[in-house]
T-cell receptor, first 109, second 115 residues
Framework: KNEVEQSPQNLTAQEGEFITINCSYSVGISALHWLQQHPGGGIVSLFMLSSGKKKHGRLIATINIQEKHSSLHITASHPRDSAVYICAVRSNTGNQFYFGTGTSLTVIP | GAGVSQSPSNKVTEKGKDVELRCDPISGHTALYWYRQRLGQGLEFLIYFQGNSAPDKSGLPSDRFSAERTGESVSTLTIQRTQQEDSAVYLC?????????????FGSGTRLTVV
C-alpha cells in the first residue's frame, strides 16, 4: 500500500468547471505539498500546508490533519491548468518525502 | 541564480558507463533533495542534504548511486556502471531552509537514457 493515495488518477474537465483532486496519506507528516508537473517534466511547487487552507489565485488547498486528507481545488478551470498534480508528504520522523502517483488533468476548451 | 539549474538536460549513455549529474541550487538554499522519476511512475526520493549535516541517503537504490554536496553549493549525483533500469528523469530541488513555511523549488531535471 502506498503511503500517499491520490484520486482520481485521470480527470477531464470542460473549461470553467470546478475541479477537486484528493489526497489521503497514512503516515505522520510535518507538511504536505501540492506539486504541478507540466508536459516536458517541469515541476512547480504550488502549496506547502501543515494545517488549514491556502489560496493562490484560482487554486485552493485544504488539509485535515485528523482525517489525513488534503484536497486541491481549481476554480474556473482553464486549458493551461492541464498538467499532472502530485501530492507529497514530508514524514515527521525523518527527511523522507512520500509521493502520490499524480492526477493527470486535462481541461478541454 | 534565479532558479535551480541542472545539467546536462539530457544524457544518453551506454550500459556499464558511469554518469555524473549536476545540480546548482538557488544561492543560500540549505536543503537539497535528489529525486528520480521513471517513465510512467511517481517521484522517488533518493538523497537529502541539509547544510553541513550528514546526508540522508536512505533513498539511494543501490551502492552504484552516490551523491556529494560541498557546503550549501553544487551537488553531484553519480551513477556507476549504469543499468537500463536507471533510465529516468533525475530531479533536484532546493529550499531556503528545512521545515517551516518555505516551499521547494525544483530544477527542470536531467533525462538519463541508458542504452
Amino acid at each position: 500500500k502506498n503511503e500517499v493515495e491520490q484520486s482520481p488518477q485521470n480527470l477531464t474537465a470542460q473549461e470553467g468547471e470546478f475541479i477537486t483532486i484528493n489526497c489521503s496519506y497514512s503516515v505522520g507528516i510535518s507538511a504536505l505539498h501540492w506539486l504541478q508537473q507540466h508536459p516536458g517534466g517541469g515541476i512547480v511547487s504550488l502549496f506547502m500546508l501543515s494545517s488549514g487552507k491556502k489560496k493562490h489565485g484560482r487554486l485552493i488547498a485544504t488539509i485535515n490533519i485528523q482525517e489525513k486528507h488534503s484536497s486541491l481545488h481549481i476554480t474556473a478551470s482553464h486549458p493551461r491548468d492541464s498538467a499532472v498534480y502530485i501530492c507529497a508528504v514530508r514524514s515527521n520522523t525523518g527527511n523522507q518525502f512520500y509521493f502520490g502517483t499524480g492526477t493527470s488533468l486535462t481541461v478541454i476548451p | 541564480g534565479a532558479g535551480v539549474s541542472q545539467s546536462p538536460s539530457n544524457k544518453v549513455t551506454e550500459k556499464g558507463k558511469d554518469v555524473e549529474l549536476r545540480c546548482d541550487p538557488i544561492s543560500g538554499h540549505t536543503a537539497l533533495y535528489w529525486y528520480r522519476q521513471r517513465l510512467g511512475q511517481g517521484l522517488e526520493f533518493l538523497i537529502y542534504f541539509q547544510g553541513n549535516s550528514a546526508p540522508d541517503k536512505s533513498g539511494l537504490p543501490s551502492d552504484r548511486f552516490s551523491a556529494e554536496r560541498t557546503g550549501e553549493s553544487v551537488s553531484t549525483l553519480t551513477i556507476q556502471r549504469t543499468q537500463q533500469e536507471d533510465s529516468a528523469v533525475y530531479l533536484c530541488a532546493s529550499s531556503l531552509r528545512d521545515r517551516g513555511i518555505y516551499g521547494y523549488t525544483f530544477g527542470s531535471g536531467t533525462r538519463l537514457t541508458v542504452v
